[in-house]
């Protein structure tokens, strides 16, 4: 079974600076996508990037990006620029690359993310 | 807009009883799931559906059954609730689509279900 580890429950940072949240995670398999989901105080929870596993390239959307290190099960977001908007739980997430089979995401335990003004 | 909706909201039930709770989408997706999440647990998945006839257990189903009624309803049963299924539930869709491979496409989660039971 795989399983998705982020060791940091609690992160803080001051707006306008980066900060780094990390994750790693353990499969046997070749193919499969990493994401990372933000869950503000509405609950709601929204993807922020994903990753597909097979691509080396690092994945960006804006202010945030992934470093993605597939042989050492890496897969960490940067926040630059940080906003007050992002104050949040943040989950790390695997997924296998269904195609029929076996479906469904794995969470990390989350880290919350908090953003001093 | 297309989206999924739960119902409801909030839930609270005695230890016992049967309950369930609700999810519809109107994104036109194939797959839909049900999780859960515990504090400090993050969410675990609990059933999951590729159609209405294909209904598959994840990693935590004991205790739950579903019900896939079209493709725009899937539906989770706690048939005798007890206390430590107290937890919040999110249902989540997903299209199987052809861009990218399937496991690429984003799961849409509704807003939740805070379930309690005494």
């Known amino acids: 079974a795989q399983t998705v580890t982020q060791s940091q429950p609690e992160m803080s940072v001051q707006e306008a600076e980066t900060v780094t949240l990390s994750c790693t995670y353990d499969?046997?398999?070749?193919?499969?996508?990493l994401f990372w989901y933000k869950q503000p105080p509405s609950r709601q929870m929204i993807l922020v990037i994903r990753?597909?596993?097979?691509?080396?390239q690092n994945a960006t959307e804006n202010r945030f990006s992934v470093n993605f290190q597939k042989a050492a099960k890496s897969f960490s977001l940067k926040i630059s620029d940080s906003q007050l908007g992002d104050a949040a739980m943040y989950f790390c997430?695997?997924?296998?690359?269904?195609?029929?089979?076996?479906?469904?995401?794995?969470f990390g335990k989350g880290t919350h993310l908090i953003i001093q003004p | 807009d297309a989206d999924v909706t739960q119902t409801p909201r909030n839930r609270i039930t005695k230890t016992g009883k049967r309950i369930m709770l609700e999810c519809s989408q109107t994104?036109?997706?194939?797959?839909m799931y049900w999780y859960r999440q515990d504090p400090g647990l993050g969410l675990r998945l609990i059933y999951y559906s590729f159609d209405v006839k294909d209904i598959n257990k994840g990693e935590i189903s004991d205790g739950y059954s579903v019900s896939r009624q079209a493709q725009a309803k899937f539906s989770l049963s706690l048939e005798s609730a007890i206390p430590n299924q107290t937890a919040l539930y999110f249902c989540a869709t997903s299209d199987s689509g052809t861009s990218g491979g399937a496991g690429y496409n984003e799961q849409f989660f509704g807003p939740g279900t805070r379930l309690t039971v005494l």
């Open positions: 994104k036109g997706h194939d797959r």
């Open positions: 990753q597909e596993a097979y691509k080396q």
């Open positions: 499969t046997s398999e070749s193919d499969y996508y």
């Open positions: 997430a695997y997924r296998l690359d269904s195609g029929g089979g076996a479906d469904g995401l794995t």
